[in-house]
């Protein structure tokens, strides 16, 4: 058991959830971040005993006050998991600044914003773990998502950075790229459209978030230590970088 406390944003639905849950099995006090609903924050809570927080990640000042938050409830953080993110799809041509700015902001200047929270207590304490959730489509690109394939690449680029300045500081930061998980995200691609991206993935079938939670609770761990700036894909052979 590791005692660690780990915040994991958008850590109440989906491959969230997952990792929140993961984490706690794994002996971590956590804390799930979630924008809006209520409804399943709560559910997840009651069913989990996990601690749930609301704010939203594309804003600084929220960040930094929920983040305090947290660490007056459960002490320093000492692993941040950026998993919140969003798609708002559709052609370039077609796509408006608004799309383009809300999918930065929540999957990209969300990661600047909480890394930046927790950065200086970690280098303090010469202990910590950030794992920011990347996309298989921002390796590859994907039609209709130049907004969230340039968030998704630019967290690639954002953890090498990072990884590179904190290294001496016993701070990892690295990255995962799942592919297609079966999520409400996912569950909202239009099923003719699911099909073909299922046919396109070797293994023949979607990812379960499980299997990404259990590559964060590998990475999180303190005998991770040596692994830093790297981009685990996790993807069914789907895309092989
Ligand atoms: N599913 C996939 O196939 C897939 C593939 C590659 C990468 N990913 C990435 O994996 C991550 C999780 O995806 P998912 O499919 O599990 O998503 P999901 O089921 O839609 O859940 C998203 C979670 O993020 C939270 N969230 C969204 N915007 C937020 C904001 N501005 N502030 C705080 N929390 C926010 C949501 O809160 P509410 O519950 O309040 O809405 C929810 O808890 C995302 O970064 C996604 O891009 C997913």
Redesign the pocket.
Known sequence: MTGHVAIV?????????SISQALMKAGYRVA???????I??ETFRRSTNVAVF??????HDDCIKGIQTVQQQLGNIDVLI??????SDSMFHKSTAQDWTKVL???LV?CFNMAHAVIGGMRERNYGRIIN?????GQKGQLGQTN?AAA?AGIIGFTKALALENARKNITVNAI??????????KAVPQEALDKIVAQIPVGR??E?EE?ARAVVFLAAEEAGFITGSTLSINGGQYMV
């Open positions: 944003t958008g850590g109440t639905r989906g491959i969230g959830a799930a971040t979630y924008q809006a609903d209520d399943a924050a609301r704010w939203d990640v594309s804003h950026n998993n919140a993110g969003i798609t902001n929540t999957n969300s959730i990347s996309s298989i489509n969230y998704k790229a799942p592919g297609y998980i079966a999520t409400d995200m996912v979607l990812g978030p990404i």
